[in-house]
């Protein structure tokens, strides 16, 4: 195999919407790492009913209204943020940069972006919080023992970040096809930093169930979300809810944020559209706690269609793992400034003046 092109020094003129990166991103990485970042699960039908989702969403147009003084400002989990918009969790991104989560914490401290760091991060919660210029959150995948999940949370804490986000939609891994088929396992020299001192799953045991006697028996549940809760004094987070029913019971544990997710259809694959469970959600919750949208974001346009269906704010996933890939924390900074500029003018063209007016009257006709 040839070598793969080094980062871009540079962003060439061509590239001038978001998803101009995923082409110089898959010519930078490797079969394997290129099946974690693009692939999905099974048929992956879900990762493409996500970006579906937004395309057959229409926007209705305002005209002649008074916008001056107009932004995208808003205020999130205490924070003055510049847009409505977050970086999602992601994994192993020693896999797509050498700089790994330094790059991207470097531009979204640039662009005052919350970042949110995976517990599986290539590089320590200490080391990319020191390249942390704007907002940290901590993501959490609570581990087998109480005890580990509980010294991740101090380590958030002491190295600054200002949230948590328990992800609870992947108690086991989903049935990654795609990845199967390159050949993909994490490189032992990119293994998640913060995990080097916790214990792994048991061991499996002959005559048992390997996903429901192994895996589900560590797996989280209702009590340890209150566990956490009870915790931590950090605004407390929950990723990955898809059911109403499963949103009310967040509020009843204490939790500060909802966020929809069907993980980027890389879990189980049928799931509809995060933003087809969005409205459902955010009735449930009625205001109580801000409500996220995670999955197929990929123009500004998109940012403003989920805020006119109730989120407070959106996550960011792929689009800027392709510029991560293709020119480290400048083309991060590059895909964060693309999209406040498209949802600036998406707002402008729908008569909206902040994203907190971003509601069906200005939004997409169907709704």
Known sequence: MSPRPPPLGAIP???VAAGDYEALARERLDDAAWAYLDGAAADERTAAANRAAFARLDLQTRVLRDLRGGHTRCRLMGLDLPHPMLLAPVAHQGLFHPDAEAATALAAGVM???MILSTLSTLGVEAVAAQAAGPLWFQLYAQPRWEDSLRLIRRAEDA?????VLTVDAPVAGVRNREQRAGFAVPPSLAPEDLRDCAPLPASVAGTDPVFDRLMAAAPRWEHVEALRRATALPVLIKGLTHPDDAR???????DGVIVSNHGGRTLDGLPASLDLL???VQAVGGRVPVLLDGGIRRGSDVYKALTLGADAVLLGRCWVYALA?????GVAHVIRLL???????MALCGCREVSGARPAHGPASV
């Open 13 to 15: 003129p061509h590239v």
């Open 112 to 114: 005052q972006t919350p």
């Open 160 to 164: 600054g970040c200002q949230a948590l």
């Open 249 to 255: 019971l967040a509020l009843e544990a204490g939790m």
């Open 279 to 281: 409205p459902a959600i």
């Open 326 to 330: 293709a020119a480290g924390a400048l």
């Open 340 to 346: 406040q500029e498209e949802l600036a003018l998406t």
